[in-house]
């Protein structure tokens, strides 16, 4: 019972940052608030403070240097995606009827986004590979220990 609660403790905050989009995506159909362009920014805002939450709560808990650095990417790539959802409001709020208009706000908007899904792809892959090599060494040492400890290899 009581790792369930250091669990719940550690990952409350990022298990709600994962479903605040699907809620916001569930409102947003059911036409629950009309205006989305208010409501993205706020949603954005609060998931980044519980993401920096469940930043401060890993980097306490984690052991090892390689482990923060992977917590931090891992929280950094949602982090991304809320800001991107933020500067989508701001760039639909000031999107240009005629596009030859000069509206520097939609255009920073427009570039920036664009940057930020780069770079977010880049935070996907290394978070990606990192989780794939996790998972080959848990396996591998999984197989190792089994090998070790079964009784056909006692008799060999």
Avoid at 53 to 67: A, E, L, Y
Avoid at 70 to 85: A, G
Wanted: net charge positive; glycine share 4%.
């Amino acid at each position: 019972m009581e790792k369930v609660r250091e669990l719940s403790k550690r990952f409350w905050s990022l298990a709600l940052v994962v479903c605040l989009p699907v809620a916001e995506l569930f409102a947003e159909q059911s036409r629950l608030w009309p205006d989305d362009v208010v409501m993205r920014p706020i949603l954005s805002a609060i998931s980044i403070v519980l993401l920096v939450h469940s930043w401060f709560m890993q980097r306490d808990s984690v052991k090892s240097g390689g482990r923060l650095t992977f917590w931090t990417l891992f929280v950094l790539f949602f982090v991304l995606e809320f800001v991107w959802l933020a500067q989508n409001s701001i760039r639909g709020s000031n999107y240009p009827g005629d596009f030859q208009a000069e509206n520097r706000t939609f255009w920073f908007a427009v570039v920036w986004q664009d940057r930020i899904v780069l770079l977010a792809e880049a935070i996907a892959g290394i978070v990606g590979t990192w989780i794939a090599f996790d998972l080959a060494r848990w396996f591998t040492h999984r197989l190792r220990s089994s090998r070790e400890s079964s009784p056909s290899s006692a008799k060999g």
